[in-house]
């Protein structure tokens, strides 16, 4: 029923802001626990949406961190991905919030990570290509990771793999 949206960058640096968008009114509803840009999102759709990963400013100031907007709560969750940027978010209801591919100092990440509904850090395998800035959708029971750089920067690729959700 609304958008919401935070971390980028603004005018004044990079922002940890968090806003909702509901019908055609943007509204403030609290802060990141640490500013971030190039960041990952994904929501269960029903009210509660993931803010995963991302970096401060360039790719050695990646952080793992995860707040989740619930309502109007932002709740700086008490466990860490491995820091990374750019990677994909998706939401899965038997994995939870995970964060796929994503790029760092030493090159682009194959992590899949999930934080499940009951706030545990889960791995899966991973992805057969290591990228960042791809994106990642839910179809039925299947995973799918698309696209993305196979090396930090302006690079891009075609691949699409399905990924193998534990039973």
Request: glycine share 16%; proline share 6%.
């Amino acid at each position: 029923s609304r958008v919401v949206f935070a971390g980028g960058v603004s005018g004044g640096g990079v922002s940890r802001e968090v806003w909702a968008l509901e019908g055609e009114t943007w509204r403030r509803i609290g802060e990141l626990s640490k500013p971030r840009q190039h960041l990952a999102a994904t929501s269960d759709g029903t009210g509660q949406t993931w803010f995963l990963g991302g970096r401060v400013s360039a790719l050695v100031s990646n952080i793992g961190t995860v707040d989740l907007v619930a309502g109007d709560e932002v709740l700086a969750m008490d466990l860490e991905l491995s820091p990374r940027s750019g990677g994909a978010g998706f939401w899965h209801p038997d994995l939870g919030a995970c964060l796929a591919g994503g790029e760092g100092p030493a090159g682009t990440h194959d992590d899949v990570e999930c934080v499940s509904p009951s706030n545990e850090l889960a791995t899966l395998p991973s992805l057969s290509v290591a990228r960042h800035g791809p994106g990642a959708a839910v179809v039925g029971d299947g995973v799918y990771v698309v696209l993305g750089g196979e090396r930090p920067g302006l690079f891009v690729s075609a691949v699409v793999e399905s990924l193998p959700v534990p039973a």
